[in-house]
C-alpha cells in the first residue's frame, strides 16, 4: 500500500500543473503588439499623434510651414515658454500649481536690466535676477508648506506682487540701452542654429533625466 502511496506522489510531482502552459507569458509577435496597444493607449502618444495631424494640415494649407527658416522661427517664439512650462509641469505632478510664473518672469527681467543698465557685470546681474525669482518661490513655497495657505491664493498673491514690483521698477517703460555683450547672447547662433534654442532644449534635456 504504501508503494502504490509513493509512486502516486511521484507522479504528481512530476507531472506539469493544469493550466501552466496557459499562464505562460506571451512572447513573440504577440508580446509586441499587446507592448504597442499598450504604448498607443497613454496620453503621450495621443498628444503625439494630434501634433503630426495638426503639423500635416498646417503643411498642407502652408507649403512653407515645415521650411526650416520658419521652423527656426516657431522655435525662437517658443524658448520663454518652454522653461516656464517645463517648471509647471514639475509643480503640477506634485499636485500643485503656480499661477506667478509670467509674473516672476517678467519680474525677473525687469532686475536683470535695471542691473546691466546700472554697470553690473553681466554674470552679476543675471544671478540677482535669478535671486529675485528664487525669493518670490521661497515665499510661496515657505506660506503653502510651512503655514498650509493653498497654492491657488498663494501664488495669485505673489503674482500681483510681482507684476506691481516689475511696473513700478520701470514706472511702465520699456527697457533699453543693455550691453552689447548681453544683446548678443540671445542673438548668437552655433551652426546656424539660435542659441536660446539650444539653452532651451539643453535645459528640457536635463530636466526630463
Not at 499587446?34 to 496620453?43: D, F, K, M
Not at 520658419?70 to 503640477?92: F, K, Q, R
Amino acid at each position: 500500500m504504501s508503494l502504490e502511496v509513493s509512486e502516486e506522489s511521484a507522479a504528481r510531482e512530476t507531472a506539469p500543473a493544469s493550466g501552466a502552459s496557459s499562464r505562460t507569458p506571451p512572447n513573440g509577435p504577440t508580446a509586441r503588439v499587446a507592448s504597442w496597444r499598450s504604448l498607443l493607449r497613454t496620453r503621450e502618444a495621443a498628444l503625439t499623434l494630434l501634433i503630426l495631424v495638426v503639423t500635416g494640415l498646417l503643411s498642407l494649407a502652408e507649403p512653407t510651414f515645415l521650411t526650416p527658416s520658419n521652423l527656426l522661427s516657431v522655435g525662437t517664439g517658443m524658448i520663454y515658454d518652454l522653461p516656464v512650462a517645463a517648471g509647471m509641469t514639475l509643480v503640477m505632478i506634485l499636485g500643485g500649481i503656480d499661477l506667478s510664473v509670467g509674473a516672476v518672469l517678467g519680474l525677473t527681467g525687469v532686475v536683470t536690466a535695471m542691473g546691466l543698465r546700472s554697470g553690473t557685470p553681466i554674470p552679476v546681474a543675471v544671478l540677482l535676477g535669478f535671486a529675485a525669482a528664487a525669493g518670490v518661490g521661497a515665499l510661496n513655497g515657505l506660506l503653502v508648506a510651512r503655514f498650509g495657505v493653498a497654492p491657488f491664493i498663494v501664488t495669485l498673491g505673489t503674482m500681483s506682487i510681482a507684476r506691481g514690483a516689475a511696473t513700478v521698477l520701470t514706472s511702465g517703460y520699456f527697457l533699453s540701452g543693455l550691453p552689447a555683450a548681453y544683446v548678443a547672447i540671445g542673438r548668437g547662433q552655433v551652426f546656424g542654429i539660435p542659441s536660446p534654442i539650444l539653452v532651451v532644449v539643453a535645459l528640457l534635456a536635463a530636466l526630463h533625466f
